[in-house]
């Protein structure tokens, strides 16, 4: 989807944004000034205009029966649940509460054990998994076809409210963990997006307008020149990097390929497509930051300091993040940020994005089965996916709620916290595959990403290994 060209005061906006990058100080003209001390964020105390966010309307997702209205008999349960990392688990405790007022004779223990994946897949073969688990997209596929998941297309059909929670949740995230095969392998729970965050003292300092303001225009070309108007240097030492380039799959390159018009593998799932030429362009745009231009942060650099110890000492200008970032940089509150939207391609004029979508699985082998399904449709609900949103935990799938997350006067700053939302509008599913897990994907590609930006190997070079690796593993893992 190509973005409006800028007319009106989006080109007043362009032309105040040139003059600021060709006017003033460049990169050897700030080299004399150091980076600041350590700071801390502040909350920007002015009114915020909220954007009213549409709510989508999908389709309906499934048949519901006149069962629907029957309620299972539940036993007396208690029922183990787990994801992969703490931050949520607060929140999903609250939601565990709730259901045990409406249902007594339920208990949900929320757990978030360390080395997850490794523990669950164990778990699982020795028939000690927990009742219910997290998935993530990029993994429901392949744990599906090897029967890791229970089919809850049986639950789907006959539950009326489910229906229509469905109805108002995100249709991206429904079909996902809704079409495999034609069947539910889990219910979707929460998303990711991505965006940048930056530093809006040190935008300001270097007479560059908010980012926020630009947003609609701007593109590879500005960001670029913004990049390397905020670097700065005291002789040899870089004091202050203007843009993290080499920030994974993730958050990283994989929104930039997607920019250029390419992607990591073709929509069959079965093709790695990685050394296209789109690819190669945006892997050399970001490799040069770090390479040629010096204005993103070295290996050397980040081995004492990662990039949000970085952002936070006011050494790292600009940084990709996720959404999953808000709340935390919202607690180190010592000077202004916000985030905005990736920009465009200068050719393609499209944005690029990336989501993992999380949903809520059930264990085939649950003595628990009407017990379980009890707690993953009641996350479905609008009284545990606002629990999400107003902890300001993750980005809750059904749309009303995202309303209440998106919303900085409801969920705090920053002032653009609904870029976040719009980056929906270009953003697809991390890529996954059938047959291979995640970790087995990450292993195709994550040294080939290192020698590129390192310099160690060309793009060209690094790109061609990387595909050849990730064909194999696809070629290997298929039935």
Same mark, same amino acid.
């Given at each position: 989807?190509?973005?409006?060209?800028p007319?009106?005061?989006?080109?007043?906006?362009?032309k105040?944004?040139?003059?600021?990058?060709?006017g003033?100080?460049?990169?050897?003209?700030a080299?004399?000034?150091?980076g600041?001390?350590?700071t801390q964020?502040v909350?920007?105390?002015?009114?915020?205009?909220?954007e009213?966010?549409?709510?989508?309307?999908v389709?309906?997702?499934?048949e519901?029966?006149?069962?629907?209205?029957?309620?299972?008999?539940?036993?007396?349960?208690?029922?183990?649940?787990?994801?992969?990392?703490?931050?949520?688990?607060?929140?999903?405790?609250?939601?565990?509460?709730l259901?045990?007022?409406?249902?007594?004779q339920?208990?949900?223990?929320?757990?978030?054990?360390?080395?997850?994946?490794?523990?669950?897949?164990?778990?699982?073969?020795?028939?000690?998994?927990?009742?219910?688990?997290?998935?993530?997209?990029?993994?429901?596929?392949?744990?599906a076809?090897?029967?890791?998941l229970e089919?809850?297309?049986p639950?789907?059909?006959?539950?009326?409210?489910?229906?229509?929670?469905?109805?108002?949740?995100?249709?991206?995230?429904?079909?996902y963990?809704?079409?495999?095969?034609?069947?539910?392998?889990?219910?979707?729970?929460?998303y990711?997006?991505?965006a940048?965050?930056?530093?809006?003292?040190m935008?300001?300092?270097a007479g560059?307008?908010?980012?926020?303001e630009?947003? $609609? +225009?701007?593109?590879w =070309?500005?960001?670029?020149?913004i990049?390397?108007?905020? *670097?700065?240097?005291? %002789?040899?030492? @870089?004091?202050q990097?203007?843009?993290?380039?080499?920030?994974?799959?993730?958050t990283?390159?994989?929104?930039?390929?997607?920019?250029?018009?390419?992607?990591?593998?073709d929509?069959?799932?079965?093709?790695?497509?990685?050394?296209?030429p789109?690819?190669?362009?945006?892997?050399?745009?970001?490799?040069?930051f770090?390479?040629?231009?010096?204005?993103?942060?070295?290996?050397?650099?980040?081995?004492?300091?990662?990039?949000?110890?970085?952002?936070?000492?006011?050494?790292?200008?600009?940084?990709?993040?996720?959404?999953?970032?808000?709340a935390?940089?919202?607690?180190? $509150? +010592?000077?202004?940020? =916000?985030?905005?939207?990736?920009?465009?391609?200068?050719? *393609?004029?499209?944005? %690029?994005?990336? @989501?993992?979508?999380?949903?809520?699985?059930m264990n085939?082998?649950?003595?628990?089965?009407?017990?379980?399904?009890?707690?993953?449709?009641?996350?479905?609900?609008?009284?545990?996916?606002?629990?999400?949103?107003t902890?300001?935990?993750?980005?809750?799938?059904?749309?009303?709620?995202?309303?209440?997350y998106?919303d900085?006067?409801?969920?705090?700053?920053?002032?653009?916290?609904?870029?976040?939302?719009?980056?929906?509008?270009?953003?697809?599913?991390?890529?996954?595959?059938?047959?291979?897990?995640?970790?087995?994907?990450?292993?195709a590609?994550?040294?080939?990403?290192?020698?590129?930006?390192?310099?160690?190997?060309?793009?060209?070079?690094?790109l061609?290994?990387?595909?050849?690796?990730?064909?194999?593993?696809?070629?290997?893992t298929?039935?």
């Amino acid at each position: 989807m190509k973005n409006p060209g800028p007319t009106g005061n989006r080109m007043t906006r362009r032309k105040l944004l040139r003059a600021s990058l060709i006017g003033g100080a460049g990169v050897a003209g700030a080299a004399a000034l150091a980076g600041c001390g350590e700071t801390q964020i502040v909350e920007v105390e002015k009114e915020v205009v909220v954007e009213k966010v549409v709510t989508q309307v999908v389709e309906k997702i499934v048949e519901v029966t006149a069962a629907a209205e029957m309620k299972p008999e539940l036993r007396s349960a208690n029922l183990r649940f787990q994801l992969w990392y703490p931050t949520p688990v607060p929140a999903l405790k609250n939601i565990a509460d709730l259901l045990n007022q409406k249902y007594p004779q339920l208990k949900v223990e929320v757990e978030a054990p360390g080395d997850y994946w490794t523990k669950l897949q164990t778990a699982i073969a020795g028939g000690a998994a927990p009742d219910s688990w997290w998935m993530n997209n990029v993994n429901v596929w392949a744990w599906a076809n090897k029967g890791a998941l229970e089919d809850l297309t049986p639950y789907v059909k006959k539950d009326m409210q489910v229906g229509d929670d469905l109805e108002q949740t995100w249709k991206t995230s429904v079909d996902y963990y809704g079409t495999f095969q034609g069947k539910f392998w889990g219910l979707p729970s929460m998303y990711t997006t991505v965006a940048l965050t930056y530093n809006e003292e040190m935008v300001t300092e270097a007479g560059i307008p908010p980012l926020r303001e630009i947003e $609609q +225009e701007w593109t590879w =070309d500005d960001l670029l020149e913004i990049g390397l108007k905020l *670097t700065k240097k005291d %002789g040899d030492e @870089t004091t202050q990097f203007g843009f993290h380039s080499t920030n994974g799959i993730e958050t990283g390159w994989l929104n930039w390929v997607r920019s250029a018009g390419g992607d990591f593998i073709d929509e069959d799932n079965r093709k790695s497509i990685i050394n296209s030429p789109e690819a190669i362009e945006a892997f050399q745009y970001l490799a040069d930051f770090r390479l040629k231009h010096g204005a993103s942060a070295s290996p050397a650099v980040l081995e004492s300091a990662n990039t949000g110890q970085l952002f936070f000492s006011r050494r790292l200008a600009i940084v990709p993040e996720g959404s999953w970032r808000l709340a935390n940089n919202a607690k180190n $509150q +010592e000077f202004a940020w =916000d985030i905005v939207e990736m920009p465009s391609h200068p050719r *393609t004029g499209m944005r %690029g994005g990336t @989501t993992n979508i999380c949903g809520m699985a059930m264990n085939p082998a649950t003595e628990y089965k009407d017990e379980t399904w009890e707690w993953l449709k009641f996350n479905l609900g609008a009284e545990a996916q606002n629990i999400l949103a107003t902890t300001n935990t993750l980005n809750p799938v059904r749309e009303s709620s995202g309303k209440l997350y998106f919303d900085p006067a409801v969920a705090g700053g920053p002032p653009n916290r609904q870029a976040l939302f719009r980056a929906r509008d270009y953003t697809r599913a991390l890529p996954a595959d059938p047959y291979a897990t995640w970790g087995e994907l990450v292993k195709a590609w994550v040294d080939w990403e290192r020698k590129i930006f390192t310099g160690e190997l060309t793009v060209e070079e690094g790109l061609a290994g990387m595909q050849m690796q990730e064909q194999e593993l696809l070629d290997s893992t298929a039935p």
